[in-house]
């Protein structure tokens, strides 16, 4: 917005995903996170061009941000590790980490490790589900399979570390869990996001079953030890299931 001119103008129009947690660079740049494919990631723009360029990648979740100096100071989490703080490099987003808060403690742990699978949908289209293996996790073994059911209805399931629903501890307990990013979340475009509207009880519960349907069909999942679990809309995904 030109406050001189009255003047506003749209800067995201071509960009699928929302925007959020906006820095202005000082000059013509402004930076924001945005959450992309289950992961959220720093994005710019330059009002001048016009064109979004995300700057970081890789599996994680950066939550906040600072910007000085022509450096980038983050807050990264991942399905695995709780938030600690990294450098990230504006030129080519290379990141380097800066702390190791929780390091001591994660030596002492053994977690499981988190696959990262493309889902056929009942529409024809490709769904991603992070997908978490029990520590000491033996392929010749069968395992109880557990569905995450995201609440929201429209909140991303992403690389977020949780003290509420933590997937690694969920693992811990013998389970593979099963988290889709099903119709009506964030982080795969306007149209993937806005489908659910309306439609409760349709598409996204497909798209829940065709997850675990999905991995049911690997011979370490027990197909006859089967659950689900999850809350607010998710809890309503739960029973609507049931």
């Known amino acids: ?87 990230v490099d504006p030129a080519d987003g290379r990141m380097e980490r800066l702390s190791e808060i929780n390091g001591e403690i994660y030596r002492h742990i053994r977690m499981g490790e988190v696959q990262k699978r493309w889902v056929p949908t009942s529409d024809g289209k490709r769904m991603l589900a992070w997908v978490i293996l029990p520590p000491d996790f033996d392929p010749a073994k069968k395992y109880p399979t557990l569905l995450y059911c995201q609440g929201g209805p429209q909140s991303v399931v992403s690389q977020f570390w949780s003290y509420r629903w933590n997937f690694q501890l969920m693992a811990a307990q013998g389970y593979i869990v099963v988290a889709p990013n099903r119709r009506g979340l964030p982080s795969f475009g306007q149209e993937w996001l806005d489908q659910i509207s309306g439609d409760y009880s349709g598409q996204n519960i497909r798209d829940n ?30 029973y609507f299931l049931a």
């Open 1 to 87: 917005y030109d406050f001189e001119t009255g003047l506003m103008q749209y800067l995201t129009a071509r960009f699928d995903y929302n925007a959020m947690n906006v820095v202005w660079s000082g000059s013509d740049m402004l930076y924001f996170i945005a959450p992309i494919e289950a992961t959220h990631q720093i994005c710019r723009i330059a009002p001048s061009v016009g064109e979004v360029e995300v700057v970081t990648r890789g599996d994680h979740d950066i939550n906040a941000f600072t910007l000085a100096g022509g450096r980038i100071a983050a807050e990264v989490c991942t399905i695995s590790m709780a938030t600690e703080f990294y450098t």
């Open 209 to 238: 079953l065709s997850a675990i349907d999905d991995v049911a069909k690997e011979p370490w999942a027990d197909e006859t030890r089967m659950g689900r679990v999850g809350a607010s809309y998710g809890g309503y995904s739960v």
